[in-house]
């Protein structure tokens, strides 16, 4: 089953809009709620919240990350635009340094001005730069 639902997201995207923000996300209705959900924990720097979602669903974020998007950014982009320190150290410590590389988020922050963030800083020490 968890192999089911994880291919279902690397499925095409779709487009929704969230009470929050626009959301980018592949996959099934669930997909789209649970993608919503995290975007909307993100832009309220509810970490709590996202560590509650993410173990009722049993979904790790290494799973979900490169498949969701918040208003176009990844998770860790919108964290930093939208001013979210805590939640988006805790989502760095959840993913792998080469999920961080091959998103981009390190450029994006030094290309848009958060490159002194405390969530930059956090990524360097991830992936060892």
Partial sequence: ?????????????????AGVANLSVSGSAQGMELAQNLCTYVAGDDRLRMRQQLRQ??????????????NGMTMLQFAMDSGSDDIG???????????????????????????DSA???????????
């Avoid at 089953?1 to 809009?17: F, Q």
């Avoid at 969530?119 to 730069?129: F, H, K, L, V």
């Fill in 89 to 115: 150290e805790f989502i760095v410590s959840q993913l792998p340094g080469s999920i961080i590389t091959r998103a981009g988020d390190l450029e994006w922050a030094e290309a848009n001005g958060h490159g």
């Fill in 119 to 129: 969530i930059a800083q956090a990524i360097r020490e991830r992936i060892g730069s």
């Fill in 1 to 17: 089953m968890k192999k089911l639902v994880i291919s279902a997201l690397s499925a095409g995207m779709i487009t929704v809009g």
């Fill in 57 to 70: 669903d049993r979904r790790q974020l290494r799973q979900l990350y490169e498949g969701i998007l918040c």
